[in-house]
């Protein structure tokens, strides 16, 4: 069993960037896909970025965010630049054991706990 743990949220003006990772621990995961997702209070959990056997962006994030994975393949990260009030939310990282499209929550079997991240205006 795979634990994933994030980091990195924080706040950040308008414009701005910050770097998410995504530990992962008990076993390799380089053979899976690692994704982010992103949920706000009330809404369903939103695919963001895949990494693994396919690289995958959700058209809002495209050229602002780049995902890319350590060379021991242990950590994902999301690169998040010009960041916009609208990306504030709770930010999850997930694995797919799995083939599948990756871009919905149902297809995801570990998830970790979360990380905040706020962008003022």
């Known amino acids: 069993q795979v634990q994933l743990r994030e980091s990195g949220g924080g706040l950040v003006a308008a414009g701005g960037s910050l770097r998410l990772s995504c530990a992962a621990s008990g076993r390799s995961v380089s053979s899976f896909v690692i994704s982010w997702f992103r949920q706000a209070p009330g809404l369903e959990r939103e695919f963001v970025a895949a990494?693994?056997?396919?690289?995958r962006y959700a058209d809002s994030v495209k050229g602002r965010f780049t995902i890319s994975r350590d060379s021991a393949k242990t950590t994902v990260y999301l690169q998040m630049n010009s960041l916009k009030p609208e990306d504030t939310t709770v930010y999850y990282c997930?694995?797919?054991?799995?083939?599948?499209?990756?871009?919905?929550?149902?297809?995801?079997?570990?998830w970790g706990q979360g990380t905040q991240v706020t962008v003022s205006s």
């Open positions: 997930a694995e797919a054991l799995t083939a599948g499209s990756y871009m919905y929550s149902v297809e995801y079997d570990y």
């Open positions: 990494s693994g056997s396919v690289t």
